[in-house]
């Protein structure tokens, strides 16, 4: 199942020619994770990061710039669970505008206690995971 949010272009994303700046992608695939996650969950961020429930962090993520969008885009962000470990997952994420993939990443996250310490990842968390 692909979960996905719209996203608008403002001027604060771009460079001076009003072509969205590189950064500003990884910005965008960070939100819609953290959408993704609420959703996945069914609770709010802030409930979410208890002592109890597992920080996700970028331990690997591979960016392709495909093509640039541009000030007020309209555009789409997409996040496709791929894959479990003990402790980490992998998803893929689209930036779109229209159908076009504009920008397309692939990330690992991992799992960690509040205090940095690799975490296996909690079992009602892998549960939801398998129902997606």
């Keep these: 199942m692909t979960f ?13 020619g009003g072509v969205v700046y590189y950064a500003s992608y990884l ?3 960070e939100r819609a994770r953290t959408e993704w996650v609420r959703s996945l969950m069914g609770r709010d961020t802030g409930e979410l990061w208890t002592k ?10 591979e960016v392709d710039y495909k093509a640039p969008a541009r000030l007020d ?6 996040t496709e669970f791929l894959s479990i470990g003990g ?3 992998d ?6 505008r229209d159908e076009e993939v504009l920008v397309a990443i692939k990330v690992t996250l ?17 549960q939801k995971l398998a129902a997606v």
């Design 110 to 126: 991992v799992s960690t206690t509040h205090d940095g310490k690799v975490l296996r990842i909690p079992p009602e968390w892998r």
């Design 52 to 61: 109890e429930d597992p920080l996700f962090v970028v331990r690997h993520i």
């Design 91 to 96: 998803l893929a994420q689209n930036i779109k």
């Design 87 to 89: 402790a980490s997952l």
């Design 73 to 78: 885009n309209s555009l789409t962000v997409t």
């Design 4 to 16: 996905s949010i719209p996203c608008r272009v403002y001027y604060e994303d771009t460079d001076a």
């Design 27 to 29: 910005r965008f695939a």
